[in-house]
């Protein structure tokens, strides 16, 4: 086996791996002599391991815990009961005006870029109209978009209220949505009446109006973009229209839902996979913070929809203060160099 890269001992000691390795031994007194000691640390510790990443990471909580870990067995195991906190009052703690939160890009080349100022204000927005619609902690909100920034924007609002949010791209067909969608009983639907793929218009109203009759627990569709012909809706301009209001965040258990994410379906209905706010916050710390050393002015992207996981890990790089990098099309249209051209252009 060829070694293709090995890094220095200047970027090592550069990372954010580093910095807390050298944090636990200033305040825990844990010295740790490669990766697989401390690895080993924190499979055998639980409790220490993971406090240390809430103290590390200073996680934002009504209360402190009153216990790390309840119990080891499982099912049944419950982390951190006590603590109150929001996943999106993290991202926020983010902002910035010297770089934007959110870059997104498509088949045409451009790129649009989000600041953090304007991403609050649409996301104030958004979770007032949820609240004023009567959602509240644990409803479920689901939307069907494309990757673009009203989708994360959504996702945020979502958080922000303490609802459940779950997404599937609208390259699903109808079936494939009501297979994930009807398992929650959502009581509002975000979507687009359309997207572009491969060049090509893609009209997704007949889908919609599947979605509606399937979906019994539905009773608000909020629409983005165009929708000609598609009646009983709100749109996502009018309310995204006039000043902001504060955004509140609702504070709600560790454990509370955060969003639900769906197996792939080969072997059946697609299995509900539900992750908490407290969780997703403290795994994304560690994995993008710690083994992906994202860090503030970093520049975050991964290709995927709103369909798959690595949409939910993307955005959450907003928790370290980078930017997200999305893409809605073809990475292939015009050319096989598109994202290598993306690349090069935002990094």
């Not at 809430?54 to 195991?77: C, F, K, N, Q």
């Not at 690595?310 to 980078?322: C, E, H, R, V, Y």
Request: aromatic share 12%.
């Amino acid at each position: 086996m060829k070694l293709l890269w090995s890094p220095s001992a200047e970027f090592r000691r550069t990372t954010n791996l580093a910095g807390y390795l050298a944090w636990l031994e200033r305040e825990r007194g844990l010295r740790f002599e490669d990766y697989a000691e401390l690895h080993r640390w924190s499979v055998r510790d639980l409790e220490a391991f993971w406090q240390s990443i809430w103290d590390y990471y200073g996680v934002i909580s009504e209360a402190p815990p009153t216990r790390v870990l309840s119990s080891r067995e499982m099912p049944g195991a419950r982390w951190f009961a006590g603590a109150r906190l929001n996943f999106a009052e993290h991202i926020f703690r983010s902002a910035t005006g010297v770089r934007p939160a959110l870059l997104a890009a498509g088949e045409g080349g451009g790129v649009r870029e989000i600041g953090w100022s304007e991403l609050a204000d649409q996301v104030a927005r958004l979770a007032a109209w949820l609240r004023a619609r009567g959602v509240v902690a644990g409803d479920r909100v689901v939307a069907y978009l494309p990757n673009v920034p009203e989708a994360v924007i959504a996702f945020l609002a979502t958080s922000a209220v303490g609802a459940v949010w779950s997404s599937c791209s609208p390259d699903f067909g109808t079936n494939s949505v009501v297979d994930r969608f009807r398992q929650i009983e959502p009581k509002v639907l975000i979507a687009t009446g359309g997207y572009a793929y491969n060049g090509k218009p893609m009209d997704r109203t007949r889908e919609l109006a599947q979605l509606r009759e399937a979906l019994p627990s539905l009773e608000q569709l909020l629409l983005i973009g165009d929708g000609a012909g598609i009646s009983g809706v709100e749109r996502w301009d009018e309310i995204q229209a006039g000043p902001a209001p504060e955004l509140h965040f609702e504070r709600v258990d560790f454990d509370h839902p955060l969003w639900v994410l769906y197996s792939s379906g080969t072997t059946g209905i697609p299995k509900a996979i539900t992750q908490g706010h407290g969780g997703v916050l403290l795994e994304q710390f560690k994995h993008l913070g710690l083994h992906c050393d994202v860090r503030a002015g970093d520049r975050f992207f991964w290709y995927s929809t709103t369909g798959w996981v690595m949409w939910n890990i993307g955005l959450s790089a907003l928790l370290l203060g980078a930017t997200p990098v999305l893409y809605d099309g073809n990475p292939g249209y015009p050319d096989q160099d598109r994202l290598w051209a993306l690349a090069e252009r935002v990094r």
